[in-house]
């Protein structure tokens, strides 16, 4: 569920669809809760803030706005259990959503991220781009939506200016002035409109203009308010004229609020990757900002190194932050392009290589797919024939990140883990070591050697105490768990309730390990999920549950588990396939089981079809991290309703 205010106050499904919200008075309950920021509001506030002079029934026509908005927002919440989303608390109401689900929270936190760190323009733009018009533009006569729309228009101007210093801070210049120029003919009197006009008029060698802006801002500031231009208008006026040095884009990036060059830069920021957590986070931002900054140089080979050098395993094929890894494939294939075909053969390995690891596979297109898997394939081949062992294992760590290209690769995953491991032992590369020896956890898993996996996982855990690789642990304690549950569906094994307790332990050491968003969501909601189909429960129906990317393919499930036939049958029908990912295997049969469930033959068949080739394996396996058992199980479900009459 998505909600947006900036513009109309509407409200949107995960995929898109908009969702019926009644009429005026039911959006303005739904806006003024939003404006909460998730904090409660009591019900006499909201009778105030609906209506100037409240009818005697005021309480109770609020109290039907809030039922109808609940079976609008919430339309799958089974009767009789409590809301989700908009809660009562207290004497009154409050909107629980994640702050990402709503516009002017997303827009609020990036502008606020922007502030703190230059890095984060992108998130800026994005949010910048999501206003459709004023803020609650359609709950008129509202003396708290006039107050907030006033609020946020400043804020939103803000974050117009901010986004414009932070672009000319890095060199951009000449592509903004007519941007400027009508943000200052909107709101003459921002007096930094005029100075970032100025700059930007400066920075496309229009020295002339610039200072004509500056002397129209003058005038207008003591035509028509009696007033002198403040102190840094006066200083850009004054530095334009004596060509200041401070005009010039920085050509360096900060990092531990230390002043560094691109390459130092993206050195310090690969040594914090392999901490993990919140060092993770600010890595993978600062190897972004180092790449910006080389590229602003304009030396392409200092660019192609700056790129190249962030060599750090890579595990998963969800991005934790897709939108930073398009950025850093973007600038490696710019790079490339400028290199050309003739280039060094190490600056070519590591560009591709870059592509490939970034370029993770859950998060691709078709034509994203292919060209990942052909960069894979080339930098494998330049760093085997260049020779260099640390080259060639991040140059496998890509080929291994695109090899889900259909079910039933584990064998072949395994291999590719295995020269990682032999390579990184025999030349002491001991972070690489850490990642042959996951991928051949997840290897053994998928096929269900538990003796090898568990081998493995002690051998990674023994590893990462050298390496202070924090990760480590947090992901053979899931493969503990996931060992738990395959033998609580055994003879004298554990109970269900234990499997349950050891994959809960798993998310609670997860959800302490910041920056992983691409790992977390929906994990824990599918263990579930898994353990309840191999002791033949139905699927969990908790609402708290976070079902993640992983949603269009449990719905069928959790819907047949509340008894709603016809809904679950075309919710299976709406389920794209899964994508190639660590959990195709799974999401594959989720779909045999509730194609075989509901008697869908074509579904079923293509299921079946997809499973054939991954039959010795287990289901979800391949992640290491959770199963739903062994593949052959719904591999002969789903063949067996294709049989049916």
């Not at 330049?382 to 140059?395: K, T």
Request: glycine share 8%.
């Amino acid at each position: 569920m998505r909600i947006d205010v900036l513009g109309a106050v509407r409200a949107l499904r995960d995929d898109g669809t908009p969702v019926d919200l009644g009429g005026p008075r039911h959006r303005e309950v739904l806006a003024r809760l939003v404006a909460a920021e998730g904090r409660m509001v009591a019900t006499d506030t909201l009778v105030d803030d609906l209506w100037a002079e409240p009818p005697v029934r005021a309480v109770g026509a609020l109290r039907t706005f809030v039922a109808a908005l609940r079976r609008a927002i919430e339309p799958d919440r089974p009767p009789r259990t409590p809301p989700r989303i908009l809660v009562t608390e207290g004497p009154g109401y409050v909107l629980r959503l994640p702050r990402d689900n709503v516009d002017v929270h997303r827009f609020e936190d990036a502008l606020a991220r922007a502030r703190r760190t230059p890095d984060a323009l992108t998130g800026l733009d994005a949010a910048l781009a999501a206003w459709r018009g004023p803020a609650y533009a359609d709950v008129t006569g509202s003396a708290w939506a006039e107050r907030e729309r006033t609020r946020l228009e400043e804020l939103r101007l803000e974050g117009v200016e901010l986004r414009a210093r932070l672009l000319l801070d890095s060199g951009a210049g000449a592509e903004l002035v007519a941007e400027l120029g009508a943000h200052v003919t909107e709101h003459p009197w921002r007096e930094p409109a005029w100075g970032l006009l100025a700059r930007a008029l400066h920075r496309a060698g229009r020295q002339a203009d610039a200072l004509a802006t500056l002397r129209r801002a003058r005038t207008m500031l003591a035509d028509q308010l009696g007033l002198d231009p403040g102190a840094d208008l006066r200083r850009l006026e004054t530095d334009i004229l004596h060509g200041a040095t401070t005009l010039q884009p920085a050509r360096t990036v900060w990092t531990a609020g230390v002043r560094l060059g691109p390459r130092t830069t993206v050195e310090l920021a690969r040594t914090l990757a392999l901490a993990g957590g919140d060092a993770l986070v600010h890595s993978r931002r600062d190897r972004l900002a180092a790449a910006q900054a080389a590229e602003r140089t304009g030396d392409i080979a200092l660019t192609a190194r700056v790129i190249g050098a962030y060599d750090v395993p890579a595990l998963w094929s969800r991005a934790d932050d897709p939108e930073q890894s398009r950025a850093v494939v973007a600038a490696a294939e710019r790079t490339l392009t400028a290199l050309g075909p003739d280039s060094p053969a190490e600056l070519r390995a590591r560009l591709l290589a870059t592509v490939a690891v970034e370029s993770r596979s859950a998060d691709l297109s078709g034509s994203e797919r292919r060209r990942a898997g052909q960069a894979a394939r080339e930098a494998e081949a330049l760093a085997r024939e260049w020779g260099d062992p640390a080259l060639l294992v991040f140059a496998l760590n890509g080929v291994f990140l695109q090899s889900f290209t259909r079910p039933g690769l584990a064998a072949a995953r395994d291999a590719i883990g295995a020269e990682i491991l032999d390579l990184a032992t025999r030349h002491e590369l001991t972070n690489f070591a850490v990642l042959g020896r996951l991928i051949r956890l997840q290897s053994a898993s998928a096929l269900g050697d538990f003796h090898a996996a568990t081998a493995h996982a002690e051998a990674a855990e023994q590893l990462a105490v050298s390496t202070e690789a924090s990760l480590v642990p947090v992901l053979t304690g899931w493969f503990r768990a996931r060992a738990t549950a395959a033998r609580s569906a055994e003879p004298g094994g554990p109970t269900a309730a234990t499997a349950a307790a050891h994959y809960r332990a798993a998310e609670t050491a997860l959800a302490e390990t910041a920056g992983m968003p691409g790992l977390h969501r929906g994990l824990f909601a599918l263990a579930l999920l898994g353990l309840r189909l191999l002791h033949d429960r139905p699927a969990p129906t908790d609402p708290a549950l976070d079902w993640g990317p992983y949603h269009p393919w449990t719905r069928p499930l959790v819907l047949l588990a509340r008894n709603r036939v016809e809904e679950a049958r075309a919710a299976l029908a709406g389920a794209p396939e899964p994508p190639l990912d660590h959990m195709q295997e799974a999401l594959w049969c989720l779909t045999a089981h509730a194609a075989a469930r509901l008697g869908e033959r074509p579904v079923a068949a293509r299921a079946a079809a997809a499973l054939r080739p991954a039959r010795t394996e287990h289901a979800g396996g391949a992640s290491g991290m959770l199963t739903l058992g062994p593949v052959a199980r719904y591999l002969a479900e789903a063949e067996a309703c294709t049989r049916k009459r």
